[in-house]
T-cell receptor, first 112, second 113 residues
Framework: QKEVEQNSGPLSVPEGAIASLNCTYS??????FFWYRQYSGKSPELIMS????GDKEDGRFTAQLNKASQYVSLLIRDSQPSDSATYLC????????????FGSGTQLTVLP | NAGVTQTPKFQVLKTGQSMTLQCAQD?????MYWYRQDPGMGLRLIYY???????DKGEVPNGYNVSRLNKREFSLRLESAAPSQTSVYFC????????????FGAGSRLTVL
């Protein structure tokens, strides 16, 4: 079992819709969770972090964390073509000397 | 601010050749990292340096060596390149190890023939 799993997609949504990206992790003791966005041919950039159960909103982005079910999700409201990118889930696996462990990413395409 | 600068951006090697990827950051960060990214595999940590003078193995260290030259610079060396090392390499830095907010360089695309 991978430590951090994401559906690879591709996920396509129409402009203006809500895009929902999901991530599950294996270590129940994980404490820190992150979403990075990566445009094609570019480097990842941090867009959201979440540390406690519940929702965290930042503009059109909402991160949701459920530690009991070991999943974290990212909702993008009013999706725009400029949101088309690969979204990487990253988790600080407890006790890992490797620091952040990344999922393989979900490719999102927002159709005009 | 330049942030994290990697060189070269592109490189083609033949099997068995050696090369060094250079990385420098100007944010006074303590921790630096080298990742590789392959299709469908996400980012995998090769080596990291928690602070100047220390380096540690990550998930996929075989075939690589690193040097933390000073606080700013962290280089990755391939002593004898193999086709399996064809990948995109990213250098990153963070203020502290475990801070988890990484700033990435633009990436270096390496092809080994």
């Amino acid at each position: 079992q991978k430590e951090v799993e994401q559906n690879s997609g591709p996920l396509s949504v129409p402009e203006g819709a809500i895009a929902s990206l999901n991530c599950t992790y294996s270590d129940r003791g994980s404490q820190s969770f992150f979403w990075y966005r990566q445009y094609s041919g570019k480097s990842p950039e941090l867009i959201m972090s979440i540390y406690s159960n519940g929702d965290k909103e930042d503009g059109r982005f909402t991160a949701q964390l459920n530690k009991a079910s070991q999943y974290v999700s990212l909702l993008i409201r009013d999706s725009q073509p400029s949101d088309s990118a690969t979204y990487l889930c990253a988790v600080n696996i407890r006790g890992s000397a490797r620091q952040l462990t990344f999922g393989s990413g979900t490719q999102l395409t927002v159709l005009p | 601010n330049a942030g994290v600068t990697q060189t070269p951006k592109f490189q083609v090697l033949k099997t068995g050749q050696s090369m060094t990827l250079q990385c420098a950051q100007d944010m006074n960060h303590n921790s630096m990292y080298w990742y590789r990214q392959d299709p469908g595999m996400g980012l995998r940590l090769i080596y990291y340096s928690a602070s100047e003078g220390t380096t540690d193995k990550g998930e996929v260290p075989n075939g690589y060596n690193v040097s933390r030259l000073n606080k700013r610079e962290f280089s990755l060396r391939l002593e004898s390149a193999a086709p399996s090392q064809t990948s995109v390499y990213f250098c990153a830095s963070s203020a502290e190890t475990g801070a988890n907010v990484l700033t990435f360089g633009a990436g270096s695309r390496l092809t080994v023939l």
